[in-house]
């Protein structure tokens, strides 16, 4: 089973910031047709967590995992490579990444802005539906939360 790299954006090496910036762009701007501004303040937030899935010097997984507010972490930018699909990657990452959240963040409830296909997968790990569905960049979306201790 991969591990994954946990690092702050100072802690990645040039290689893993160029794996996880091509990836994101790949699968969000390229693949989902979404052009927004895929690089954002959050990515150098000293408070930021990167989790990169590396299989051979290849990114196959990521998400990261932040502050939102004063009483919430969240979850973002989750990703699973094409070539990484099929293999059960989903769990393992938000596994990985909620460890992470309550390692960073002891004390905070997880929120996701979740697609809303998704919404099944992610009920599997406890998280519930806290807004409707809504549009962002042209993919329905809804915001969703773990709360602290579950």
């Known amino acids: 089973m991969l591990e994954p790299v946990v690092k702050s954006f100072y802690e990645l090496s040039h290689e893993e910031i160029f794996m996880m910036f091509k990836a994101r762009v ?4 390229v693949e989902q047709e979404c052009a927004y501004p895929e690089i954002d303040d959050i990515d150098r937030d000293l408070n930021t967590r990167h989790l990169l ?8 997984a990521y998400a990261r995992c932040y502050p939102k507010s004063e009483n919430t972490a969240s979850i973002g930018r989750v990703l ?15 596994n990985a990444a909620l460890a992470c959240c309550h390692q960073q963040f002891p004390q905070m409830n ?12 992610y009920g599997k790990l406890g998280f519930e539906p806290i807004s409707d569905v809504y549009l962002e960049d ?13």
């Open 26 to 29: 790949d699968v969000f701007v």
């Open 53 to 60: 899935f590396l299989e051979h010097g290849c990114l196959k």
């Open 80 to 94: 699973i490579t094409p070539d990484g699909r099929g293999a059960g990657m989903g769990y393992t990452l938000m």
């Open 110 to 121: 997880v929120q996701i802005a979740a697609q809303s296909y998704l919404q099944p997968f």
């Open 138 to 150: 042209g993919i329905e979306h809804l915001d969703m939360q773990l709360k602290q201790g579950n």
